[in-house]
């Protein structure tokens, strides 16, 4: 298969998939010409980043996570463990995210919207320390 068969079979655009190849989670072929040659498991292996890369792993997450496919030996624990680690990472960022929701919503509720100058929107965004994100 070539870059455009391949992306449209996995889902991902051409770019992406060179991205991959050029950190080394994939290595297609390379014809005479040059050009790349996908086989039915850089597919696969292209199908699983993205469907991983779509729950938010990282790059390095997903080489690891790769690694424990290809491992037939490998412990199911070792994979558990990568996924409560993302699973954590993931609920610091919602928690961290509705944070920022409660003073946001409390900034706009304080702020009249009016023709007045004076906006505690802007006064909560110049002051240090009274934001969610400092």
Do not use: W
Not at 71 to 79: G, H, L
Request: hydrophobic share 45%; glycine share 10%; aromatic share 6%.
């Amino acid at each position: 298969m070539n870059i455009k068969e391949v992306g449209q079979k996995a889902g991902l655009p051409a770019k992406t998939i060179r991205y991959y190849e050029e950190i080394g989670l994939i290595r297609p072929l390379r014809g005479a010409n040059g050009y790349r040659a996908f086989r039915e498991a850089d597919l696969h292996k292209l199908a699983f980043i993205g469907r991983a890369r779509g729950l938010g792993f990282t790059i390095e997450e997903c080489r690891r996570l790769l690694a424990l496919y290809d491992d037939k030996a490998r412990a199911s624990a070792d994979v558990k463990a990568l996924a409560e680690g993302h699973l954590r990472d993931i609920a610091a960022k919602i928690a961290a995210l509705r944070a920022m929701e409660a003073t946001l919503q409390g900034l706009v509720q304080a702020c009249a919207g009016d023709a007045r100058p004076d906006c505690p929107i802007l006064t909560g965004l110049a002051a240090p320390g009274a934001g969610c994100c400092d």
